[in-house]
T-cell receptor
Framework: KAGVTQTPRYLIKTRGQQVTLSCSPI?????VSWYQQTPGQGLQFLFE???????NKGNFPGRFSGRQFSNSRSEMNVSTLELGDSALYLC??????????????FGPGTRLLVL | DQQVKQNSPSLSVQEGRISILNCDYT??????FLWYKKYPAEGPTFLIS???IKDKNEDGRFTVFLNKSAKHLSLHIVPSQPGDSAVYFC?????????????WGAGTKLIIKP
C-alpha cells in the first residue's frame, strides 16, 4: 500500500511570491491535515480537510489556504510569501480523522525556503 | 504559549540501556497523548499513545507513563537500540468546536551510542 506522497520535496521561492504544495493521501483515507514545522518548534497545525470540506483550522493568517479534491488529494497554498514561512510542511492522512486514537500517517514533507 | 513542552532538545543513551523521554503539558483538558518518531527526510510515524484515563500503556520495548497531577508524561524505551536514534515528538489531543486538534511539543533528538 503506497504511503502519503508530497510534491515537490524541495522548493525555493522569493518574498512576495506564492506557492502551492500537493499531498496525495493513502488510498481510502479521506481526512488530510497540514502542519508546519520550523526549527525548535513542534508541528503547528494548519488545517484539516475531510470530503472536500475544511473541518478544522489552526491559528495561521489567511495567506495560508487549502483545498481538497474529490479523490481526497489536497493542496495547500501560501500567498505573499514571507521569510518566516520557510519551514517543513507536512501532510498527514487518516481514514476519517475522527479522533486522536485514529493514527495519522505522514508524508515526507515539502521543505520550503523563502529568500 | 507552548502548551506541550519537551525541555530536552537532545538525549544521548548507551545501546542496551533505558531511554527516558519527557514531556510536560499545561492544559488539563487534554484527553489523549501520543508519541511519534521521526527519522531525517521522513515524516513522523506513530509510536504509542495513552488515554488520559490511564496511567500506563506498554507496547513491546516502549512504555508511556502519564502523571496527570504533575501534568507530565514520559516515554521509556528498554532496551535502547541503534535504530531508535530519531527525533521523538510528544503530542496532546484537545477536543473543541466539534473536533479535535493535536498540540505538539518541539521534539527531543535521541542518540543511541553503540
Amino acid at each position: 500500500k503506497a504511503g502519503v506522497t508530497q510534491t515537490p520535496r524541495y522548493l525555493i521561492k522569493t518574498r512576495g511570491q506564492q506557492v502551492t504544495l500537493s499531498c496525495s493521501p493513502i488510498s481510502g483515507h479521506r481526512s488530510v491535515s497540514w502542519y508546519q514545522q520550523t526549527p525548535g518548534q513542534g508541528l503547528q497545525f494548519l488545517f484539516e480537510y475531510f470530503s472536500e470540506t475544511q473541518r478544522n483550522k489552526g491559528n495561521f493568517p489567511g495567506r495560508f489556504s487549502g483545498r481538497q479534491f474529490s479523490n481526497s488529494r489536497s493542496e495547500m497554498n501560501v500567498s505573499t510569501l514571507e521569510l518566516g514561512d520557510s519551514a517543513l510542511y507536512l501532510c498527514a492522512s487518516s481514514r476519517r480523522g475522527q479522533g486522536p486514537a485514529e493514527t495519522q500517517y505522514f508524508g515526507p514533507g515539502t521543505r520550503l525556503l523563502v529568500l | 504559549d507552548q502548551q506541550v513542552k519537551q525541555n530536552s532538545p537532545s538525549l544521548s543513551v548507551q545501546e542496551g540501556r533505558i531511554s527516558i523521554l519527557n514531556c510536560d503539558y499545561t492544559n488539563s483538558m487534554f484527553d489523549y497523548f501520543l508519541w511519534y518518531k521521526k527519522y531525517p527526510a521522513e515524516g513522523p510515524t506513530f509510536l504509542i499513545s495513552i488515554s488520559s484515563i490511564k496511567d500506563k500503556n506498554e507496547d513491546g520495548r516502549f512504555t508511556v507513563f502519564l502523571n496527570k497531577s504533575a501534568k507530565h508524561l514520559s516515554l521509556h524505551i528498554v532496551p535502547s537500540q541503534p535504530g531508535d536514534s530519531a527525533v521523538y515528538f510528544c503530542a496532546a489531543s484537545l477536543y473543541g468546536n466539534s473536533n479535535y486538534q493535536l498540540i505538539w511539543g518541539a521534539g527531543t533528538k535521541l542518540i543511541i551510542k553503540p
